[in-house]
């Protein structure tokens, strides 16, 4: 459905950018379900996704997956108006500071957004969002639009992860010493010890790379 709407009604808008599949994600939702059971999650998820249909103009469609705690929207940005990014941020931020049902828990949703282009698969745009979504976890945003910059960087994450145990193995990593001078005597009174990562297949990584 997302896909003819795509193509046929909301073609302009694809075609403008302005339209974007949303990836909603139900944070901690292991642990919501075994303090209040699935029943509960899939009870909540279900009564944002109504929330958002009856008060959000914007989405054109949705669907949802209570048990996974994950809402997949499709929406229009209008012209010249707020980005979609911030319109669903501050949906979030109203629902995340609802409290839900006779437990008073707060729910802690995030999303990502993908704008899709003409071209575009459904099912790789829902991909981009969720990569998107999985970008803002362990920050303070609700919100984040996918960029190639973002992918670069986790493939990079899960590049380092699938090497690094190899790499200590055939001692890629090297010990570089910075000297530390002492202004008074001014003479060399020690050294700091960093690490740097000398990979055959990534090039020279520093620290801050992994």
Same mark, same amino acid.
């Given at each position: 459905e997302a896909k003819r709407l795509k193509d046929t009604g909301y073609k302009q808008e694809c075609s403008e950018g302005r339209l974007g599949v949303i990836v909603v994600s139900l944070s901690k939702r292991e642990i919501l379900v075994e303090a209040f059971g699935s029943d509960f999650v899939v009870k909540r998820i279900d009564d944002i996704t109504a929330d958002i249909e009856e008060k959000e103009k914007w989405v054109?469609?949705?669907?949802?997956?209570?048990?996974?705690?994950?809402?997949?929207?499709?929406?229009?940005?209008e012209k010249d108006g707020m980005p979609l990014v911030d319109k669903v941020h501050q949906v979030l931020l109203r629902i995340s500071a609802e409290k839900h049902g006779s437990s008073k828990r707060q729910l802690n949703l995030k999303a990502g957004i993908y704008m899709l282009k003409e071209t575009d698969d459904i099912k790789h745009a829902i991909n981009c969002a969720e990569i998107a979504c999985s970008?803002?976890?362990?920050?303070?945003?609700?919100?984040? +639009?996918?960029?190639? =910059?973002?992918?670069? #960087?986790? &493939?990079?994450?899960?590049?380092?992860?699938?090497?690094?145990?190899?790499?200590?193995?055939?001692?890629?990593?090297?010990?570089?010493?910075?000297?530390?001078?002492?202004?008074?005597?001014?003479? +060399?009174?020690?050294? =700091?010890?960093?690490? #740097?990562? &000398?990979?055959?297949?990534?090039?020279f990584l520093p620290p801050s790379s992994f």
């Open positions: 054109v469609i949705s669907a949802v997956e209570g048990l996974s705690g994950q809402i997949i929207l499709l929406g229009v940005q970008d803002i976890y362990g920050t303070a945003s609700l919100a984040k +639009t996918y960029d190639k =910059e973002m992918e670069d #960087r986790l &493939q990079l994450q899960q590049q380092i992860e699938d090497t690094m145990e190899q790499a200590l193995a055939n001692k890629e990593f090297q010990v570089w010493y910075q000297p530390k001078f002492d202004i008074k005597t001014h003479s +060399t009174s020690g050294a =700091e010890a960093l690490v #740097r990562w &000398q990979s055959p297949t990534m090039g």
